[in-house]
């Protein structure tokens, strides 16, 4: 990525993981999610773009934005009836890892969501290593969840080939096309405090004027000189 950030790469570029996160974490922050949920939603939209699942372009084509209506849970049946109420699948995740933590085997109808297919990344939660994860699309907002006990073996696979996913990204990053990255960055800007007095009063400096402009520099020396000035008036 160019260092202006003005201008995207050619083609596709590496992303950091550690940028990814940022930028991720910004736009649950700009689309008005709750500080408790933005950390495990964050972390369940890297682990589907870690997974290859293409969530940066999805989010690049189709804003992230958190409908207002709460998700739904119908749990008295035999099968588990998530509503998620337009929200992008992957946003489901934590929850539904905790139903499958809870159940141990079970079947989970969700409907009602975006981009279905981002549940496949359920396949790369460490505490589900224990189970084995079925993810069926029905339709374009439909697709089914069944979780079941795994043997030693298929859970070992799971780990080496999430080790090898999470390897691969931390070493060579996340191959993004430039305009997404670009896009992307600038909108997850929107999560940021315009600068103002107030915001540079908080980040260290105290004088400052009403526009906040700083009226005198903060480091030790002038601090010293400026204090005994103030004594001597």
């Known amino acids: 990525?160019?260092?202006?950030?003005?201008?995207?790469?050619?083609?596709?570029?590496?992303?950091?993981?550690?940028?990814?996160?940022?930028?991720?974490?910004?736009?649950?922050?700009?689309?008005?999610?709750l500080p408790g949920e933005v950390h495990a939603a964050r972390d369940a939209l890297l682990?589907?773009?870690?997974?290859?699942?293409?969530?940066?372009?999805?989010?690049?084509?189709?804003?992230?934005?958190?409908?207002?209506?709460?998700?739904?849970?119908?749990?008295?049946?035999?099968?588990v009836v998530v509503d998620g109420s337009g929200r992008l699948s992957a946003l489901l995740i934590p929850a539904l890892r905790d139903i499958i933590l809870e159940r141990g085997t079970v079947e989970i109808?969700?409907?009602?969501?975006?981009a279905p297919e981002?549940?496949?990344?359920?396949?790369?939660?460490?505490?589900?290593?224990?189970?084995?994860?079925?993810?069926?699309?029905?339709?374009?907002?439909t697709v089914v969840v069944s979780a079941e006990p795994a043997n030693d073996t298929e859970a070992a696979k799971r780990r080496a080939a999430r080790t090898r996913r999470i390897t691969d990204a931390h070493l060579n990053g996340l191959p993004v096309p430039g305009v997404v990255w670009l896009e992307l960055y600038q909108r997850s800007n929107a999560a940021l405090l315009s600068e103002s007095?107030?915001?540079?009063?908080?980040?260290?400096?105290?004088?400052?004027?009403?526009?906040?402009?700083?009226?005198?520099?903060?480091?030790?020396?002038?601090?010293?000189?400026?204090?005994?000035?103030?004594?001597?008036?």
């Open 1 to 33: 990525m160019s260092d202006s950030k003005l201008t995207p790469p050619p083609g596709k570029a590496a992303m950091s993981v550690r940028e990814c996160r940022l930028i991720l974490e910004r736009l649950l922050v700009a689309s008005g999610a």
């Open 47 to 79: 682990a589907a773009e870690v997974h290859g699942l293409g969530l940066l372009q999805l989010i690049h084509a189709q804003p992230l934005t958190l409908p207002s209506k709460p998700v739904r849970y119908d749990e008295a049946g035999p099968i």
């Open 109 to 114: 109808s969700v409907s009602n969501v975006t």
């Open 118 to 141: 981002l549940l496949q990344a359920l396949d790369t939660v460490p505490e589900l290593d224990s189970r084995r994860i079925s993810v069926s699309v029905q339709d374009s907002n």
């Open 197 to 233: 007095a107030e915001t540079r009063s908080h980040a260290g400096y105290k004088d400052v004027d009403e526009t906040g402009r700083i009226v005198k520099q903060m480091d030790d020396d002038v601090d010293v000189e400026f204090a005994l000035q103030q004594l001597a008036g």
